[in-house]
T-cell receptor, first 112, second 113 residues
């Protein structure tokens, strides 16, 4: 079952606002991945984090791997309409190829 | 190919019929995963292949579900005697050797009437 708690479940923001979402786990993860899913599409990888404390940026996106290895956050700055979608955190429990455990998702809606 | 592809993109079937869903992973990727996503939910792991063998089948919900992979490439997920609760989007992902990064296909939307 799901082991990653993601919040908030949904966000309604205006274009240009910054967005912050986070993911917490009761167990340690060795890798944190953030995916975005558009309607009718599979998830697309946004950022991958491999070290505790790591802070990584990808354009307007910034994500951090928590020191305890039990949490991660994703920030989006100056949101634009194409940021709309569902954002998932995910991680394998161990190193190596393994199934991903996914968070419950954060649905981002931009109010015109 | 350039990315993971899945077919069909949509499948509507009647309760009790069998269905086959296909996944073509990224060329050279050794690991292949199947997930299921119910409406408005996160992704649920079904099965994982390393080459042609499946070390982890723990997510298959019942013995009506099976999957195989041949030639270390294409995989087929088969659902026998489909039920309405099988309706979901079935997603496939693949991973290259030595990385945790999974790349997803667009999914197959299965509707069981």
């Amino acid at each position: 079952g799901q082991q990653l708690n993601q919040s908030p479940q949904s966000m309604f923001i205006q274009e240009g606002e910054d967005v912050s979402m986070n993911c917490t786990s009761s167990s340690i993860f060795n890798t944190w991945l953030w995916y975005k899913q558009d309607p009718g599409e599979g998830p697309v990888l946004l950022i991958a984090l491999y070290k505790a404390g790591e802070l990584t940026s990808n354009g307007r996106l910034t994500a951090q791997f928590g020191i305890t290895r039990k949490d991660s956050f994703l920030n989006i700055s100056a949101s634009i309409p194409s940021d709309v979608g569902i954002y998932f955190c995910a991680g394998p429990r161990n190193f190596g190829n393994e199934k991903l455990t996914f968070g419950t998702g954060t649905r981002l809606t931009i109010i015109p | 190919g350039a990315g993971v592809s899945q077919s069909p993109s949509n499948k509507v079937t009647e309760k009790g019929k069998d269905v086959e869903l296909r996944c073509d992973p990224i060329s050279g990727h050794t690991a292949l995963y199947w997930y299921r996503q119910s409406l408005g939910q996160g992704l649920e792991f079904l099965i994982y292949f390393q080459g042609n063998s499946a070390p982890d089948k723990s997510g298959l919900p019942s013995d009506r579900f099976s999957a195989e992979r041949t030639g270390g490439s294409v995989s087929t997920l088969t659902i026998q005697r489909t039920q309405q609760e099988d309706s979901a989007v079935y997603l496939c992902a693949s991973t290259g050797l030595g990385t945790d990064t999974q790349y997803f296909g667009p999914g197959t939307r299965l509707t069981v009437l």
